[in-house]
């Protein structure tokens, strides 16, 4: 082997090939300044990329894919101050990103020279002018797919949250089998045979991405039966609250019939029975029992659960609907959700003021123009400015209770909200603290995207 052939195909590639995954870990996690700003960091992974490949190098019979791929999920998530479970996901989307652009550059390339890769490794002359016809158009390719922003959105709202297990575990059989395809094809010499394995891996992976579509329609299926179950338990707590009504309702109308059957004076008894009538009137939602018309009917049953939950607690709990919520297409699960959860944490609030304060929680459901807005306000203590940021962050928490008890609820509604294209916000004052929901209606969604 020449001394240029032996830098090019061992030392300058190696070292392109490990700044490249560099860089597809970074532009995945959205953080390609990290290059800028922590060029030595970055420099040093590189190095030890290049060394750990003289180190490998000679066990040619393993599956070395695996080797570089554990460093890199270690280094980088130490290097970025990365969750390991991040920087797992990541890197199993880059390393599949690399590999398959490079097998699908080399498959050609290698035909129109009429050679295998067994060929090419025995030759270092050949090895090193393939490369250059690789490469170049590897790096190329790479760059343009990162070009279009797609997957840090894709990773930072859908595959890198815990709660998303099922897309790991996808994701991590496409790796494996990607890893084993990438092992046949540097050792088979059979181009037909590398093909077939191609399309057999192709094969695998549509028809996992169909169970997945699959499971997905379970889930939906059972989320419903959640759904029904919560709300007919909603209901039965409804008929009892009904039928306590009216057993009250009997003792009331036994009571006043009472009074009519008195022997003393009418005018007296008249004016007992009106008294008591009186009575009766301002104390006619003394059961808590009401009904609300919110548009969506597994709302209605929530609300007039947390309004006599509400009563039991001494909280004050006001609904206002200046319009239904027929217009927006949002998953009946996730609004209950999303309600309930906000519902929780200003019933909370508000159960924290002193003695003396009012215990007030409001809801007020409206449209202003294009879209439909879920206000939940609260007149307990305003949130501080260090928790304001984090409010809507994965087990985070403003109370002080054990962890793995709190912290989950709003970071659940935000992505109840974000999965229905909502958006949330909240202000937070010495006065009250309101959280805002807003969904566009239906005739809008239909036309965003049809543009």
């Not at 020449?2 to 490990?18: D, Q």
């Amino acid at each position: 082997m020449g001394y240029l052939e032996f830098i090019l195909n061992n030392i300058f590639f190696v070292l392109l090939e490990g700044a490249t995954l560099l860089i597809l870990f970074l532009i995945i996690m959205d953080r390609l300044s990290f290059l800028q700003t922590y060029w030595m960091e970055s420099l040093f992974f590189i190095i030890c990329y290049l060394i750990l490949h003289q180190l490998v190098s000679n066990l040619d019979r393993l599956p070395l894919t695996l080797f570089y791929f554990i460093y890199c999920i270690l280094a980088l998530a130490y290097l970025t101050k990365t969750s390991l479970y991040s920087s797992i996901l990541a890197n199993i989307i880059a390393f599949i990103i690399y590999e398959a652009i490079e097998v699908a550059v080399s498959l050609p390339v290698l035909c129109f020279m009429g050679c295998s890769v067994p060929d090419i490794k025995n030759d270092s002359l050949l090895l090193m002018k393939t490369m250059f016809i690789i490469r170049p158009i590897q790096i190329i390719i790479t760059l343009l797919l990162t070009r279009f922003h797609i997957m840090p959105r894709l990773f930072r709202n859908k595959l890198h949250k815990k709660s998303n297990s099922s897309v790991t575990y996808y994701m991590l059989i496409v790796f494996f089998m990607a890893v084993y395809f990438i092992y046949m094809f540097r050792h088979v010499d059979d181009i037909a045979v590398l093909l077939t394995s191609g399309i057999l891996f192709l094969t695998v992976i549509l028809l996992s991405f169909l169970d997945k579509k699959e499971r997905i329609k379970l889930v939906d299926i059972e989320n419903k039966f959640i759904l029904q179950e919560e709300y007919s338990r909603n209901m039965e707590r409804i008929v009892d609250a009904v039928r306590k009504e009216k057993h009250d309702f009997k003792n009331h109308i036994s009571t006043l019939i009472a009074l009519c059957s008195m022997p003393e004076a009418g005018a007296y008894a008249a004016d007992k029975v009106k008294a008591y009538a009186q009575k009766l009137a301002k104390n006619e939602d003394l059961s808590g029992l009401h009904f609300y018309n919110t548009g969506n009917k597994y709302l209605d049953g929530l609300l007039s659960v947390k309004n006599n939950l509400a009563i039991s607690k001494g909280i004050h709990f006001e609904v206002n609907v200046e319009t239904t919520l027929e217009m927006i297409s949002v998953d009946d699960v996730d609004l209950t959700s999303i309600v309930g959860n906000i519902l929780d944490n200003a019933f909370d609030a508000v159960l924290m003021n002193p003695p003396e304060k009012k215990k007030i929680v409001s809801l007020l459901i409206f449209s202003e123009g294009n879209k439909c807005f879920i206000s939940i306000s609260n007149n307990g203590s305003e949130i501080p400015e260090k928790h304001k940021k984090h409010i809507f962050d994965y087990k985070y928490s403003t109370k002080e209770k054990a962890e793995g008890k709190r912290g989950y609820g709003l970071y659940i509604v935000k992505e109840l909200v974000s999965r229905n294209k909502g958006e949330i916000s909240f202000h937070s004052n010495e006065f009250e603290t309101e959280f805002f929901v807003a969904f566009q209606n239906k005739a809008d969604n239909k036309s965003s995207q049809k543009h």
